[in-house]
Each structure stands twice: as C-alpha cells, then as structure tokens.
C-alpha cells in the first residue's frame, strides 16, 4: 500500500464515522435505542461518552478533559509516523489497514471532543430531545470540551446466569456490554 491508498482509506472511515455520529446526533434523543433489522441483539443506541472506552476518564473538570485531548493528539502524531514506516518497510497490507482503522479512530474522537461541545446543543435524557447542530445560542461546552457519540451496541448474549454459579450466579449477563462508535471499530 503506498501512502496516498492510506491516506484515502483514512479520509472515508472518518467520513463514515462523522456521518453516522452526526446522524445520531441530530435525529436520535440521548438514550433512544433503534432496533436494525429488527434484531435483538443488533441496535443503535444514542450515548455520549465524556472519556474513553468504557467512560474512563482522567478525572473530572477541564484540565482532565485536556489530558484527554493531548492523549488522542500524540496517539495521532505517533500513528502518523507509524503507518509511514509501515509503508517504507512493507508491512503486509492487513496490518496497514488495522493501522488506518485505529488512526481514524484516533481522529474521529479528537473530533468529538474538541468541537462537539461547541457545535451541538446539549443532549438531556430527561428532555428527551433531540439536539440541534450549529443552535443559535452556541454549544453545549467550549473548544476541548465536547463528548465522543457513541451508538453502536450488540448484546449478543444478554441473559441471568444460574444461581448454582459461584461468584456471579442471579447476576445479569450482556456479551458484549460497551456501547461504541465507528471509530472504536
């Protein structure tokens, strides 16, 4: 793959990635929940997720949420030499690709989180509404501040394991639990 391919295939995964989020985003109230195909286990599911996978965070406040940003920033700094030298060095063509699909995702949440919150009026599960781009009285947070949309959610196995199991038996069970976006493909 030479680095123009890359550069392409890094272009239209963030494409894809903004277009659903942005779709979401304004057509979706927070917590609403679509059924594709009609299947159980197969679903849109509106969130936002003010840090990381799994809502890790830094901390709370801006100087955690700037922690954040720098982190997505150097992970797409690194990633940029690092897809360079794969190229130069000829890695196989699948580990390219996985290269890109990380980078974009990289970008994609940088994205979020540095202009959502100033693009996007707030989305409120308790108002159920659905959130306006570019709203006349300005965004829900200033530049740095924005959350990441998450949709994407496949509880494949969503069931209450048997009391006979130690530890965990009468608990409920979901594989796979985490709600995530394109770019966390």
């Not at 890094?10 to 195909?37: N, S, W």
Request: aromatic letters at 20%.
């Amino acid at each position: 793959m030479n680095k123009s391919s890359v550069a392409l295939l890094i272009l239209l995964l963030l494409a894809i990635d903004q277009t659903i989020k942005i779709y979401v985003k304004t057509h979706f109230y927070y917590g609403e929940e679509y059924y594709v195909f009609g299947l159980d286990w197969f679903r849109l599911h509106f969130l936002e997720n003010p840090g990381m996978a799994w809502g890790f965070k830094f901390g709370e406040g801006y100087l955690a949420k700037l922690v954040l940003i720098l982190f997505r920033l150097a992970a797409i700094v690194w990633g940029t030499f690092y897809i360079k030298k794969m190229i130069r060095e000829g890695y196989a063509k699948v580990f390219v690709i996985c290269a890109a699909f990380i980078y974009a995702g990289a970008l994609g949440n940088l994205i979020d989180g540095a202009f959502y919150g100033l693009i996007f009026e707030k989305s409120d599960p308790a108002l159920r509404n659905i959130a306006e781009i570019f709203p006349s009285g300005g965004g829900y947070a200033g530049f740095l501040n924005g959350n990441v949309v998450d949709m994407w959610f496949f509880p494949i196995i969503d069931t209450r394991l048997p009391e006979w199991l130690p530890l965990w038996g009468g608990n409920e069970f979901t594989f796979f639990d985490p709600v995530f976006n394109t770019a966390d493909v």
